[in-house]
């Protein structure tokens, strides 16, 4: 790793933080980690600057790579911190809109409603009397979140170059994705677009609310949106719980993420406490949507699949499909991962309505996968920070209430959604055209087969199989037809020196003749009956294995 002088500041900077929190088994296993730790990182992280608050929240997604206890203390993280002055905000404003803030709004607070490393957020009203809310992007801060990533940048591909861990986790990935994730959030009118995108998602939830970006207003560094009046959840007290129906509002704030995850592929991907207010007509409204994540849709099948399994209480199914989404290491243990996999669902099968928390459950099987040679994928502790954070939101709104049962409920309801739309005359129409092209290709395509096996030049590229498999096929073929040989040609011998007149006889015939004749019978019986044994009665238990290899190379 080279060292660049004017990062020297902040080299120091992490390696005192990496002293100090850097214990790779304490900061992974639970029975090693404390909650006095883990609160200390995140205080050590917020010291840090905005860059490294955003890095802790990223690192809350990650349950594979950190203790629940530290992935809880990290999802509470709170992005708070000094306000910057009216003057500076005055100016920006100004400069981006090209409109001095008395001229271009009724009412402008100079009192900001929050401020967070990133920016701060001031009320006001625009001239034709619509509240909103106005987000004005930090000074400066975009310099020096991007030299901060250049420095973190650094020290993963040192990690994943000399560390065992980090060949393991692959941390020069992570960063990427950190990048191209907290760019975006300095990018307010992709924030805008998300807003728009989010409301379209949630139209038909009543009870949820998405605050509507005013497009003349918003520029890359200022956005303004509609004003929302609520109580942040995270200060919403127990007394507070009396005056709404809490259960109905987790259960459809549920449902609204699931769709999100499993539906749409466009996911709100911070749903913390702090980002969830509770409206004065008893509504959910969902702020900050700068960091938002897609699903394509074969992960989408693959994780509907995943939260069946989980719901229902059926670990190997759950174990199958966490192999199959994961990518496999060198030092994948299929048996311990399996084992431990079925142990975790049949332990949460028996936790009381209440206690069970999804979003940890899905962590957990995150960090068991990542312990026993598996890489989770991306969209995998997405899930789990976002049902973590969900888990919160609902203890808050309705501590009784059943995450478990809104899974089960909503993921069949999805289940029926998919199968409806697969069946529908758009796709039935799509199929049948894939069917015409195909129809109309295949003459031709026989035809260049064909040529090509005439000509000698057919290749076969198969993918998927089990090497040994193969190998243990082949052997057996050749000894097969070696033994063939063998016997037709004792057959043939047999019968040329049967008409050579000789002094030893057995039965009339030449003795030399009979034995080549008997030997072949013999050796022609004994490929019969192996044959018979060994490929028409296969082994059920050689026939599992060779389907689980074939599984675990993607057939």
Same mark, same amino acid.
């Given at each position: 790793m080279?060292?660049?002088p004017?990062h020297? +500041?902040r080299?120091g900077?992490?390696?005192?933080?990496?002293?100090?929190?850097?214990?790779?088994?304490?900061?992974?296993?639970?029975?090693?980690a404390?909650a006095?730790?883990a609160?200390?990182?995140?205080?050590?992280?917020?010291?840090m600057?905005?860059?490294?608050?955003k890095?802790g929240?990223?690192? +809350?997604?990650?349950a594979?790579?950190?203790?629940p206890?530290?992935?809880?203390?990290?999802a509470?993280?709170?992005d708070?911190?000094e306000?910057f002055?009216?003057?500076?905000i005055e100016q920006?404003?100004?400069?981006?809109l090209?409109?001095?803030?008395?001229?271009?709004?009724q009412h402008f607070?100079?009192?900001?409603?929050?401020s967070a490393?990133?920016?701060?957020v001031?009320r006001?009203?625009?001239?034709?009397g619509r509240?909103?809310?106005?987000?004005?992007q930090?000074?400066?801060v975009r310099?020096k979140?991007?030299?901060?990533m250049?420095?973190?940048e650094?020290?993963?591909a040192?990690l994943?170059?000399?560390?065992?861990?980090g060949?393991?986790?692959?941390?020069?990935?992570m960063v990427?994705?950190f990048?191209t994730a907290?760019?975006?959030e300095?990018?307010y009118?992709?924030?805008?677009?998300?807003l728009?995108?989010?409301?379209?998602?949630?139209a038909d939830y009543?009870r949820?609310v998405?605050p509507?970006p005013?497009?003349?207003?918003?520029?890359?560094?200022v956005?303004?949106?509609d004003?929302?009046?609520g109580r942040?959840?995270?200060?919403?007290g127990p007394?507070?719980?009396?005056?709404?129906?809490?259960t109905?509002?987790?259960d459809?704030?549920?449902?609204a993420?699931?769709?999100?995850?499993?539906?749409?592929g466009? #996911?709100?991907?911070?749903p913390?406490?702090?980002n969830?207010?509770?409206?004065?007509?008893?509504r959910?409204?969902l702020?900050?949507?700068g960091?938002?994540?897609?699903?394509?849709?074969?992960?989408?099948?693959?994780?509907?699949?995943?939260?069946?399994?989980?719901?229902?209480s059926?670990g190997?199914d759950?174990?199958?499909?966490?192999?199959g989404?994961?990518?496999h290491?060198?030092?994948?243990d299929?048996a311990?991962f399996?084992?431990r996999?079925?142990?975790?669902?049949?332990?949460?099968q028996s #936790?009381a309505?209440g206690?069970?928390?999804?979003?940890?459950?899905?962590?957990?099987l995150?960090?068991i996968a990542?312990e026993?040679?598996?890489?989770?994928?991306s969209?995998l502790?997405m899930l789990?920070?976002?049902l973590l954070n969900?888990?919160?939101?609902a203890?808050?709104l309705?501590?009784?209430f059943?995450?478990?049962?809104?899974?089960?409920?909503?993921v069949?309801?999805?289940? *029926?959604?998919k199968?409806r739309?697969?069946a529908s005359?758009a796709?039935?129409?799509?199929?049948a055209m894939d069917a015409?092209?195909?129809?109309?290709?295949?003459?031709g395509?026989?035809?260049?087969?064909m040529?090509?096996?005439?000509?000698?030049?057919l290749?076969?590229?198969?993918?998927?199989?089990?090497?040994?498999?193969?190998m243990? *096929?082949i052997?057996k073929?050749a000894?097969?037809?070696?033994? *063939?040989v063998?016997?037709?040609?004792?057959?043939?011998?047999?019968?040329?020196?049967?008409?050579v007149e000789?002094d #030893?006889?057995?039965?009339g015939y030449?003795?030399?003749a009979v034995?080549?004749?008997?030997?072949?019978?013999?050796?022609?019986?004994?490929?019969?009956?192996?044959?018979?044994?060994?490929?028409v009665?296969?082994?059920?238990?050689?026939?599992s294995?060779?389907?689980?290899s074939?599984r675990?190379?993607?057939?």
């Amino acid at each position: 790793m080279s060292l660049k002088p004017r990062h020297l +500041s902040r080299y120091g900077d992490i390696a005192r933080l990496l002293i100090k929190h850097g214990r790779a088994e304490g900061l992974r296993h639970e029975d090693e980690a404390t909650a006095e730790d883990a609160e200390k990182l995140v205080h050590d992280l917020e010291a840090m600057g905005p860059t490294f608050i955003k890095l802790g929240q990223l690192l +809350s997604t990650r349950a594979d790579l950190l203790a629940p206890v530290y992935i809880e203390a990290l999802a509470r993280l709170q992005d708070d911190v000094e306000p910057f002055s009216f003057a500076e905000i005055e100016q920006i404003v100004t400069d981006e809109l090209g409109v001095r803030i008395s001229n271009g709004f009724q009412h402008f607070d100079h009192e900001p409603l929050a401020s967070a490393s990133l920016g701060q957020v001031h009320r006001a009203v625009l001239r034709n009397g619509r509240p909103v809310a106005v987000k004005v992007q930090r000074p400066g801060v975009r310099e020096k979140v991007a030299e901060d990533m250049d420095v973190i940048e650094e020290l993963a591909a040192f990690l994943d170059d000399h560390t065992k861990t980090g060949r393991q986790f692959g941390f020069a990935g992570m960063v990427e994705e950190f990048r191209t994730a907290i760019t975006a959030e300095l990018e307010y009118l992709k924030e805008a677009e998300n807003l728009r995108t989010l409301g379209v998602v949630l139209a038909d939830y009543e009870r949820i609310v998405v605050p509507q970006p005013v497009t003349d207003y918003t520029t890359p560094i200022v956005l303004t949106m509609d004003f929302v009046e609520g109580r942040n959840l995270s200060a919403l007290g127990p007394l507070a719980q009396l005056d709404f129906d809490g259960t109905e509002l987790a259960d459809e704030l549920f449902r609204a993420y699931l769709d999100q995850i499993l539906v749409h592929g466009f #996911v709100h991907a911070d749903p913390h406490p702090g980002n969830v207010l509770l409206t004065a007509d008893h509504r959910l409204a969902l702020i900050d949507l700068g960091m938002v994540t897609r699903v394509n849709p074969a992960m989408q099948d693959e994780l509907v699949r995943l939260l069946i399994a989980i719901s229902e209480s059926k670990g190997s199914d759950v174990a199958e499909v966490m192999a199959g989404i994961a990518e496999h290491g060198d030092d994948y243990d299929e048996a311990t991962f399996e084992g431990r996999i079925v142990d975790l669902v049949q332990r949460n099968q028996s #936790v009381a309505v209440g206690d069970f928390r999804a979003g940890v459950v899905v962590g957990d099987l995150a960090r068991i996968a990542s312990e026993c040679g598996l890489r989770p994928p991306s969209e995998l502790t997405m899930l789990a920070k976002a049902l973590l954070n969900l888990d919160l939101v609902a203890a808050k709104l309705a501590p009784d209430f059943d995450p478990n049962a809104a899974i089960r409920d909503h993921v069949a309801d999805v289940m *029926g959604n998919k199968m409806r739309q697969a069946a529908s005359p758009a796709n039935l129409l799509s199929t049948a055209m894939d069917a015409k092209e195909f129809a109309e290709q295949l003459p031709g395509r026989v035809n260049k087969v064909m040529d090509a096996l005439s000509r000698g030049e057919l290749t076969l590229n198969v993918q998927g199989i089990d090497e040994q498999e193969l190998m243990r *096929g082949i052997q057996k073929l050749a000894n097969r037809v070696t033994t *063939g040989v063998i016997v037709a040609a004792l057959i043939i011998g047999g019968a040329m020196i049967m008409r050579v007149e000789t002094d #030893v006889e057995l039965f009339g015939y030449s003795a030399l003749a009979v034995v080549m004749l008997v030997v072949a019978a013999v050796a022609g019986m004994w490929l019969v009956v192996t044959s018979v044994r060994h490929d028409v009665r296969q082994d059920p238990a050689a026939r599992s294995r060779s389907v689980r290899s074939l599984r675990r190379r993607g057939a």
